[in-house]
């Protein structure tokens, strides 16, 4: 079946602005996650969803980043007011039953961001 | 905290020729997964090999597999017979038993298969 999908594949943005990186996931996988890996801090993990529930959201750096998940599929990580330091790749994955084993993650290819 | 070190930033290895990754890690829980990731240059994170904390016998996939010592909390991965292809960023990943499977990630190993 498909996998994992982001959009858009590559993104610029002024400093300052708000972007908007988008997951759907495996259809059916309920977990979903969204990492980052910068160059200088290798991956890092940001939050995690269980259903449209993020249960743990401990790895945001900031509160200019939120994110939402709707209807159990779709994903939306937002980035206000970006800075140069939010340039990075921002990877998605997802989990649970039909493809693969619960703690399988299944990557997308990921959005890169870049703020200029 | 758990962490995870892969403390060799650059491997290279002649074609056909076998190469071991090393990875370790640091955890005080008793039941966990570990992973091997491999990401080409198209940036796509592909899993090579999992292995279950709780299971003794080291996983084997094709000509990937591992050498896990859970006492000395080391998780190596074994490529016999590279190919060309399996030039990319290895990465070992950690994650808990609980229903949060969040990946904690070693810094990754670059390598280079030389023709």
């Known amino acids: 079946g498909a996998g994992v999908s982001q959009s858009p594949s590559n993104k610029v943005t002024e400093k300052g602005k708000d972007v908007e990186l988008r997951c759907d996931p495996i259809s059916g996988h309920t977990a979903l996650y969204w990492y980052r890996q910068s160059l200088g801090q290798g991956l890092e993990f940001l939050i995690y969803f269980q259903g449209n529930s993020a249960p743990d959201k401990s790895g945001l750096p900031s509160d200019r980043f939120s994110a939402e998940r709707t209807g159990g599929s779709v994903s939306t990580l937002t980035i206000q007011r970006t800075q140069q330091e939010d340039s990075a790749v921002y990877l998605c994955?997802?989990?649970?039953?039909?493809?693969?084993?619960?703690?399988?993650?299944?990557f997308g290819p990921g959005t890169r961001l870049t703020v200029t | 905290a758990q962490t995870v070190t892969q403390s060799q930033p650059e491997m290279s290895v002649q074609e056909a020729e076998t190469v071991t990754l090393s990875c370790t890690y640091d955890?005080?829980?008793?039941?966990?997964?570990l992973f091997w990731y491999k990401q080409p240059p198209s940036r796509q994170m592909i899993l090579v090999i999992r292995q279950e904390a709780y299971k003794q016998q080291n996983a084997t996939e094709n000509r990937f597999s591992v050498n896990f010592q859970k006492a000395a909390k080391s998780f190596s991965l074994k490529i016999s017979d590279s190919q060309l292809g399996d030039a990319a960023m290895y990465f070992c990943?950690?994650?808990?038993?609980?229903?949060?499977?969040?990946?904690?990630w070693g810094a990754g190993t670059k390598l280079i298969i030389k023709p």
């Open positions: 994955a997802s989990s649970g039953p039909g493809q693969g084993s619960p703690y399988e993650q299944y």
């Open positions: 955890t005080s829980e008793s039941d966990y997964y």
């Open positions: 990943a950690y994650s808990l038993g609980d229903s949060n499977y969040q990946l904690i």
